[in-house]
Nanobody
Framework: QVQVVESGGGSVQAGGSLRLSCAVS????????IGWFRQAPGKEREGVAVICGNVGTRYYADSVRGRFTISRDIAKNMAYLQMNSLKPDDTAMYYC????????????????WGQGTQVTVSS
């Protein structure tokens, strides 16, 4: 049974940094894509950063490009999201997901999801 477990969320002041981790079991992370999504209160869930395939092609939302970095440790079957220069607008529940999407930053075809980890950025 595939399990996806996020960790590393917390509260930070604007300008600070956090590193989220995603542990995936029973699913090889290079198989397709591992993505980070977020959902703020009252808003739809949006794709933040995705890494795909053996090559590790990366995709970023415009709102986080240059501030967030997605990476992975293949040996540990884990993915990470390094978040720098955080803004209050980054406050959301962050989810890790695995799947084979036609459009990497769109959640539709991600099969396996974690429970999420909360990130709160104060001004």
């Amino acid at each position: 049974q595939v399990q996806v477990v996020e960790s590393g969320g917390g509260s930070v002041q604007a300008g600070g940094s956090l590193r989220l981790s995603c542990a995936v079991s029973e699913y090889t992370i290079t198989r397709n894509c591992i993505g980070w999504f977020r959902q703020a209160p009252g808003k739809e869930r949006e794709g933040v950063a995705v890494i795909c395939g053996n090559v590790g092609t990366r995709y970023y939302a415009d709102s986080v490009r240059g501030r967030f970095t997605i990476s992975r440790d293949i040996a540990k079957n884990m993915a990470y999201l390094q978040m720098n220069s955080l803004k209050p607008d980054d406050t959301a529940m962050y989810y890790c997901a695995a799947g084979a999407p036609a459009r990497p930053l769109v959640e539709d075809q991600y099969i396996y999801w974690g429970q999420g980890t909360q990130v709160t950025v104060s001004s």
